[in-house]
């Protein structure tokens, strides 16, 4: 209670105006409405038509299925929580954080070395689906697991001190990062694979910023971290020598997944195309958030059905269309508007900066691969993606409670 109340009171008046519009837009599609309102609403026809049949209607909520809007904003406690308790953290236990998803990023990695190699779905813990060679780790989507890493890859380069060349840390560090780049690879994720262009260009530029400094004169002339960079580069480029040398192997793994950036598929477009007749059908209500799936099957056109479901809209833009109307896309506006505020903001610290970039590379990367999937509807990514928005908000004191003072000095 004291945490939340702090929040409200200590923390910055947009990210808790923004925290608040968050958890309002489900809440307050779960509002009853009396028969004369949520009959007139766009795409309420089959909902009403069904209602009629066993009696006159009753009140109902502004979403089409209460039940999945509940589950969504029950899905919005642990990500609010870690916001509302993130903000007071220092700067020390941020990295702290760090290192620990970086910890989680290394043990889904290791899971996902028995899936690759095993047989018989070994250590697969959604076996509903099977993809032979595939590396999933905790997650049941490969796309999110590509997207978890490259988040944990970006905490990585971003958030960890340097170390000495070669010392212990620096060697655990390394292998981290090589063991998650080889992951990323072996998830066979098309955008995960392109994301990875984030934390390797941070991890240069930090390289040749700690080196300018490391010159400037009056300083002292360590450039421990720009021999490390010299030989990461050089490590890097015999891993691409070797990578090459492999996916020349017919039937390799690596030739798999070039082979997955020469897949033609039309299948996105297709969803994508029915589900802006849905969006359209239920502007600028809304079906309530959770209900892509609910309104898709009605709309989805003969043509375009398959043995395959759906699920998603495979572009969050459109699915929150569909979802939330106009409200949903403004408060998805105004967050990337406070992210770039809080990222600048943020720049202009020396001791934040870097975690700033982390940050803001998490939620680009998010942001980036919502064109094509849906990583903020995965718990784990969205708790992330909080986590991102801890690194970019600027800590703040924690004012204990006069309760709280007079128990300490007890």
């Given at each position: 209670g004291d945490v939340i109340w702090g929040f409200v009171t200590k923390a910055p008046k947009g990210l808790v105006a923004l925290v608040i519009a968050t958890i309002a837009l489900p809440a307050i599609q779960l509002v009853p409405?009396?028969?004369?309102?949520?009959?007139?609403?766009?795409?309420?026809?089959?909902?009403?038509?069904?209602?009629?049949m066993f009696g006159a209607p009753g009140w109902r909520a502004v979403t089409v299925n209460s039940a999945r809007t509940l589950v969504a904003l029950i899905g919005l406690v642990v990500p609010v929580t870690i916001v509302a308790a993130g903000v007071f953290l220092s700067e020390d236990a941020r990295q702290r954080i760090a290192v620990a998803y970086v910890a989680l990023g290394v043990a889904s990695v290791l899971l996902g070395a028995f899936q690759v190699m095993g047989t018989n779905q070994v250590g697969l813990l959604y076996p509903e689906n099977p993809l032979p060679g595939v590396l999933f780790g905790f997650f049941a989507n490969r796309n999110s697991v590509a997207v978890f890493l490259v988040s944990c890859l970006l905490l990585l380069v971003c958030c960890f001190p340097p170390q000495r060349l070669l010392s212990p840390r620096w060697t655990v560090q390394f292998l981290s990062g090589v063991l998650m780049v080889v992951a990323v690879v072996l998830t066979q994720s098309r955008t995960g694979i392109t994301l990875l262009s984030l934390p390797f260009s941070l991890?240069?530029?930090?390289?040749?910023?700690?080196?300018?400094?490391?010159k400037r004169p009056g300083q002292e002339q360590d450039l421990s971290f720009g021999r490390m960079g010299r030989v990461g580069i050089i490590l890097a480029a015999a891993a691409a020598l070797g990578l090459a040398s492999v996916a020349a192997i017919p039937g390799s793994r690596l030739d798999t997944v070039i082979a997955r950036f020469e897949e033609d598929?039309?299948?996105?477009?297709?969803?994508?195309?029915?589900a802006r007749y849905s969006a359209e059908r239920f502007w600028p209500a809304g079906a309530g958030m959770g209900n892509f799936d609910e309104?898709?099957?009605?709309?989805?056109?003969?043509?375009?059905?398959?043995?395959?479901?759906?699920?998603?809209?495979h572009n969050e833009i459109l699915e929150l269309a569909i979802e939330a109307g106009p409200f949903g896309l403004i408060l998805l506006a105004a967050w990337c508007i406070w992210a770039l505020s809080a990222g600048w903001a943020a720049m202009q610290d020396e001791r934040r900066r870097w975690q700033a970039l982390a940050g803001g590379g998490i939620l680009l990367a998010s942001a980036l691969q919502s064109l094509l999937d849906f990583p903020l509807?995965?718990?784990?990514?969205l708790c992330m993606a909080a986590f991102a928005v801890i690194l970019l908000a600027p800590p703040v004191r924690f004012a204990q409670t006069p309760a709280h003072n007079e128990g300490a000095t007890a």
């Open positions: 409405l009396p028969p004369a309102v949520w009959t007139t609403l766009p795409g309420r026809e089959l909902v009403s038509e069904a209602v009629n991890a240069l530029l930090r390289t040749f910023s700690q080196r300018s400094q490391a598929t039309q299948r996105r477009p297709e969803i994508w195309e029915n309104v898709y099957q009605v709309d989805e056109s003969l043509e375009h059905i398959s043995i395959r479901r759906a699920g998603r809209a509807r995965n718990q784990t990514m």
